[in-house]
């Protein structure tokens, strides 16, 4: 019997019979059945009321009242699954938070791209290395980064050391946050040890201390504590790309009537995986969780009221979250139409910018990198557009990391192309570092006070 709440013709398992994109191809079919069994067995990651609040807290930014702030690595990697690796993460993205919320003057919903973000689509099936052809690395949840053939073959038990990893670093996250690590009384905790060599340290250490201050001079007053200022929630999100490893952590829960993918709270579809009538929408249509779709510049107005007929029917807030990542050099001409064609569906959606993606480009030497300068662009344009729009630009979608790595060119320090390889450490795309990260929080929020 179908539950009441459930999209017409849905189940977990009705995406396997739409075309599919960007799966990989496991030689041994009853491993894989093995893999996903054990998979569907095992406790949830998140639980079904942590999702109904993100989804309160985006209905909340999609009216302006909030702003969501995403970002963390283009992919996660297993070796990465250590304590002050996922403490820096937590750190920048907080760092981050506290400068928005003191220039937006309005709350900071903090979603990481972590916990879940192993597997990643690529342009081609393989890759080519002095006449040697193997399968392409698509992340760890599939295969490994060595280039041999045991490395790129996909192995299913990498599925189950996936979860284990997301669990793990989640599990962290939740006892750092419920051990105060989050209270905005003391954002010193935060700092990552780098931080005094950067030129952006005094204005931030000001901010912080300026905030810390306030909420002791409230409290003090109202004679009552600030409940966010001493626990500030994190969200996990990643990309839905391997349906049986979604598949998997989708549970019906019978109080809320309805079937949640409970691997992550904000699961969303990339530019490649988001074609009409195919397998990821189809998966992502019969689920209760917001779910986020990436919007690339060869996406046109009638594609895009698709997947907003498609993923929100029945118009409700909180319910999907449309990530543009258009380019510098397109904003001006992509977005307003967007806007407007997603405004004649009705469909309310909460719009994310994305200046990462677009602005990708490689280096004389082989290198991918993204200039900041072209990110910046992007990101003002995108909130002067939905201003003249009559739109509401709702957060900011980044990849990065709390090290000090030198993978994004520009920023506060004038990284250079030569400057790449001094700590170029990402398998797959470029990542802003704790510095950049930071100055374009400070930016966004000197720039959108302004418009």
Wanted: with cysteine; aromatic share 8%.
């Amino acid at each position: 019997m179908t539950p009441p709440d459930t999209a017409p013709g849905w189940s977990p398992e009705s995406w396997a019979a739409c075309p599919v994109q960007q799966q990989p191809v496991y030689r041994d079919p009853a491993a894989l059945n093995r893999a996903v069994e054990a998979l569907s067995h095992l406790p949830p990651i998140v639980v079904s009321w942590e999702v109904e609040a993100l989804k309160s807290q985006i209905a909340s930014a999609q009216r302006g009242e909030r702003f969501v702030l995403q970002g963390g690595d283009c992919a996660e990697s297993f070796e990465d699954c250590e304590s002050p690796k996922i403490a820096g993460k937590l750190k920048i993205l907080l760092q981050m938070s506290l400068v928005l919320l003191h220039g937006l003057k309005k709350p900071v919903t903090r979603v990481g791209r972590f916990a879940g973000q192993y597997a990643k689509p690529r342009s081609a099936d393989t890759e080519t290395r002095d006449g040697v052809t193997l399968p392409c690395y698509r992340g760890d949840l599939v295969n490994r980064p060595g280039f041999t053939a045991a490395e790129r073959e996909p192995d299913p038990e990498l599925l189950l050391r996936g979860y284990e990893r997301a669990a793990l670093t989640l599990n962290f996250v939740r006892a750092l946050i419920d051990g105060g690590f989050a209270d905005l009384h003391h954002p010193e905790y935060w700092d990552l040890g780098f931080v005094n060599e950067s030129p952006l340290r005094d204005q931030y250490r000001q901010l912080a201390g300026s905030i810390a201050d306030s909420l002791d001079f409230f409290e003090a007053m109202s004679g009552g504590r600030v409940h966010e200022a001493i626990r500030a929630p994190f969200y996990a999100s990643h990309e839905a790309l391997h349906l049986l490893y979604e598949q998997a952590q989708t549970r019906f829960i019978p109080r809320q009537g309805r079937f949640y993918n409970l691997s992550t709270h904000l699961p969303w579809i990339g530019m490649r995986t988001a074609e009409l009538g195919g397998a990821h929408l189809e998966y992502c249509r019969g689920i209760a969780n917001p779910v986020g779709v990436k919007v690339g510049p060869k996406m046109e107005a009638a594609w895009v009221q698709g997947i907003c007929e498609v993923l929100n029917p029945r118009k409700d807030y909180g319910r999907l979250v449309l990530i543009h990542r258009l380019g510098a050099g397109q904003v001006e001409s992509k977005l307003p139409p967007l806007i407007e064609a997603v405004r004649s569906t009705g469909v309310p959606v909460l719009w994310i910018c994305d200046p990462m993606h677009g602005n990708t480009e490689t280096t004389a030497s082989g290198l991918k990198t993204r200039r900041f300068e072209n990110i910046l662009a992007e990101l003002e344009a995108s909130f002067r557009i939905h201003k003249a729009c009559g739109s509401v630009l709702g957060g900011v979608h980044f990849e990065l990391t709390g090290e000090n790595v030198t993978e994004c060119t520009g920023g506060a320090r004038g990284l250079a192309d030569a400057d790449l390889g001094l700590a170029y450490r990402s398998q797959v795309d470029p990542r802003l570092n704790y510095e950049q990260a930071l100055e374009l929080a400070m930016r966004i929020a000197a720039y959108a006070r302004s418009v």
